[in-house]
């Protein structure tokens, strides 16, 4: 069974770890900009890690493994909080949306709730807006619910295309909040933020509709592998192939197909 992921951080991963999600049916990744373990003090580090993600990352997925690789370029909202830098970094996003494998704007959202946190969600909502892009939305690590709750009503209040959204890192706690909109619901299957075992009994719950399992693989301890092992799980508990297809597969598919880069082949 193919599977899309799309929010695998591979520029934190070893080639070995491009072959074992190839080999494990993972044949499209999409890799969000995000906060790299250590905040960022200039602009122009971002501008050489959005180099690196469009060009380098998209140049060894294919490489190391025959991998369909795409990103998506944005400020995530931790380092939003530099606001000089921040400012200098959104000016420049447009230009990088741009490019070949770029198919959407992320992660943005918010991490601390704070107004400079807001400003810069609010601005690259416009941005994607603006060029019809999907966008990759941050749910913060702390007061999550009260977070997403704020999320909600910013999308609401701006008008923003909610079906060309996807709020992301849900819990038990936030899928009632999230679901009040149009938007794509993702869960990051990565310690800290939820296990496969709680995400797929959400999914009894709710139902698969706009639901899209992701790995967040990055430097902490977390797995490139999540996806197809809840994929497993998912069959050895009974689902149906078709509605297992659904979540790892053809919503993500049908998520980035928005955008106008997205060209992996289904």
């Known amino acids: 069974m193919r599977i899309i992921d799309p929010h695998m951080h591979m520029v934190s991963r070893s080639a070995e770890d491009y072959r074992r999600a190839r080999r494990a ?16 003090h200039h602009a122009g580090a971002f501008f050489d890690y959005f180099e690196q993600i469009i060009d380098h990352e998209t140049d060894r997925a294919e490489r190391a493994a025959n991998m369909d690789h795409y990103v998506t370029i944005g400020l995530e909202p931790k380092e939003a ?74 999308i609401e209040e701006m008008g923003v295309t909610q079906e060309r959204i996807i709020i992301d890192h849900n819990t038990e706690n936030t899928i009632d909040i999230s679901s009040r909109t149009d938007c794509w619901l993702g869960f990051t299957l990565y310690p800290g933020k939820i296990e496969a075992e709680s995400a797929i009994d959400l999914l009894e719950e709710y139902g698969t509709d706009n639901m899209i399992f992701n790995s967040a693989a990055d430097w902490d301890p977390s797995d490139p592998l999540a996806v197809p092992k809840a994929r497993d799980e998912m069959l050895d508990r009974g689902w149906d192939r078709e509605e297992v297809r659904k979540v790892v597969f053809e919503n993500p598919y049908e998520f980035f197909d928005q955008s106008p880069n997205f060209d992996y082949e289904a």
């Open 25 to 40: 049916g993972i044949e499209c990744c999409i890799e969000p900009a995000f906060w790299s373990g250590q905040d960022k």
């Open 81 to 154: 909080n530099y606001r000089d830098m921040a400012e200098a970094v959104v000016d420049r996003i447009p230009e990088y949306l741009e490019r070949d494998p770029v198919v959407g704007v992320g992660e943005i959202g918010f991490d601390q709730v704070t107004d400079d946190e807001e400003w810069a969600f609010r601005r690259q909502l416009e941005l994607a807006e603006d060029r019809e892009l999907p966008v990759i939305v941050h749910t913060p690590h702390t007061d999550k619910p009260s977070g997403t709750e704020r999320i909600v009503e910013i």
